[in-house]
């Protein structure tokens, strides 16, 4: 998911791609613990995708006490 997509979704949206996502790195770190997780390099983007969506609602959060 790219930066500019993310930063077009709303606060409450953001809220829930973020639960997602981190339901996501939980499945793909359990498939990993048990050899069935083909693409390693899958925990990774989703990892990088939560910090997306946490740095984008940091900055929604400064610009609405500005």
């Known amino acids: 998911m790219k930066a ?3 930063r077009e979704l709303s606060a ?3 809220l829930v791609k973020l ?3 981190k339901k996501d790195l939980f499945n793909l770190r359990l498939q990993h613990a048990t050899n069935q997780l ?3 390099n899958k925990i990774t983007e989703v990892k990088r995708d939560i910090a997306r969506v946490n740095t984008v609602l940091r900055e929604k959060q400064l610009a609405a006490k500005a």
Do not use: P, R
């Open 12 to 14: 409450e949206e953001l």
């Open 38 to 40: 083909d693409n390693t």
């Open 19 to 21: 639960g997602d996502l």
């Open 4 to 6: 500019t997509e993310i």
